[in-house]
């Protein structure tokens, strides 16, 4: 089946160390992005990429970084700038960036740092 | 920035009531979205308008582009229990950069015996 796989679904760290979230798709989707969500404020945009080895930032990209290496996989990073990292992130893709395809998300990380 | 905003955020009803959730962007979209997420789950898609005024119905679910292609609505009939979750709308700017979806607030729909 091909889908969207993010792991793991829950991790924890302490606070000051950097931590990646994995996210990989077999859908052979150009696009890929992250978000966050956290509760009564929707999903927010961390980091998007359109091609591989290209991404730009979305409204939220401060503490966080990407990587675009290959099309299949788009981790995250999660820095210790970050104030405010505890969240669920949620990874998507579409079939192309420009033409308004729909999302197609996995089950998403639910990140917590004390 | 581009700001979308949902209304209501939370509505509770009971099984058989009618529900609607309101999309209102503060720029003019070229698209609009609309995903459903479950408690626990992942936003799932849902359907999506692109022609100003345009409507759409998916069996108890209609969906509404507004003229002036800045909101939208999801009005759900004769509720059931299944339509729990969160409701999304999501759109795309007419100007700028094309390929930033963004996401309203969301409403929580929580439906009763």
């Known amino acids: 089946d091909g889908g969207i796989t993010q792991s793991p679904k829950y991790l924890f760290r302490k606070e000051g160390q950097n931590v990646t979230l994995s996210c990989e798709q077999n859908l052979n989707h150009d696009a890929m992005y992250w978000y966050r969500q956290d509760p009564g404020q929707g999903l927010r945009l961390i980091y998007y990429s359109q091609i591989v080895n290209d991404f730009q930032k979305g409204d939220i990209a401060e503490g966080y970084s990407v990587s675009r290496e290959k099309k299949e996989s788009f981790p995250l990073t999660v820095t210790s700038a970050q104030k405010n990292p505890t969240a669920f992130y949620l990874c998507?893709?579409?079939?192309?960036?420009?033409?308004?395809?729909?999302?197609?998300f996995g089950n998403g990380t639910r990140l917590t740092v004390t | 920035g581009q700001q979308v905003m949902q209304i209501p955020q939370y509505q509770h009803v009971q099984e058989g009531e009618d529900f609607t959730t309101y999309c209102n962007s503060s720029t003019t979209l070229s698209n609009i979205q609309w995903y459903k997420q479950r408690p626990g789950g992942h936003p799932v898609f849902l359907i999506q308008?692109?022609?100003?005024?345009e409507v759409k119905k998916q069996k108890r679910l209609t969906f509404q582009f507004g003229e002036a292609k800045k909101n939208s609505s999801l009005h759900i009939t004769a509720t059931q229990t299944t339509d729990v979750g969160t409701y999304f709308c999501?759109?795309?700017?007419?100007?700028?950069?094309?390929?930033?979806?963004?996401f309203g607030t969301g409403t929580r729909l929580q439906v009763t015996l």
């Open positions: 999501a759109g795309h700017p007419s100007t700028g950069t094309a390929s930033k979806l963004t």
């Open positions: 308008l692109v022609k100003s005024g």
């Open positions: 998507a893709s579409s079939n192309s960036g420009t033409d308004h395809s729909p999302l197609h």
